[in-house]
């Protein structure tokens, strides 16, 4: 059954690789999303530091989750994480319905609904399964492996960046073009 928990976690770190990845390519709009959780009175600036602090916290746990499978304190983060996304998917269902979540910055034009609760319950699941203990003989990865997975995971998050960057220049421009 050691499947499951590795699979789980290859899973969400490659999600959250991309997820990172796609909101870094268009801060500004990931930070509109970030603004219907704050009061008003809080500083564009300050609103802009989360969006920026989220991202790089989902881009960070993704990277080290991937490249370094050994790594279990990881796995406690993720899930609370994960359990942060629930919580803000149900406030903004329960209090923004049908605003745009941003979850993957352009690469999503997904909206708070029921369908987005159940989604970020089944990643809160599937980090609970991440955390299962895992024989340690199927992490024993070297130096090479280690830069190996890494060299992947930055693959995905370019991938991720590009096109979410590519997705987001085009609707300023069709937007300008209006």
């Keep these: 059954m050691d499947v499951l928990p590795l699979a789980a976690k290859s ?12 909101k870094l390519a268009d801060q500004a709009s990931f930070a509109v999303t970030v603004r219907l959780f704050v009061p008003a009175r809080v500083p564009r600036i300050a609103v802009r530091g989360v969006a920026a602090g989220i991202t790089v916290a989902e881009f960070a746990l993704g990277a080290v989750s991937l490249s370094w499978p050994a790594t279990s304190w990881i796995n406690p983060v993720v899930f609370a994480l994960a359990c942060g996304f629930t919580a803000i998917s149900g406030a903004g269902y329960l209090f923004r319905r049908g605003q745009s979540c941003r979850c993957f910055g352009a690469l999503s034009r997904r909206k708070f609904d029921a369908a987005a609760v159940a989604r970020s319950a089944a990643i809160a699941a599937a980090a609970a399964v991440a955390m299962a203990r895992v024989r340690s003989s199927l992490l024993g990865i070297d130096g090479v492996e280690h830069l190996l ?4 995971g930055a693959v995905v998050a370019f991938a991720a960046f590009a096109a979410a960057r590519s997705l987001a220049v085009g609707r300023t421009i069709g937007l300008e073009a209006r």
Excluded: D, P, R, Y
């Design 149 to 152: 997975l890494l060299l992947g």
């Design 11 to 22: 899973l969400l770190a490659v999600m959250l690789l991309t997820a990172g990845s796609a």
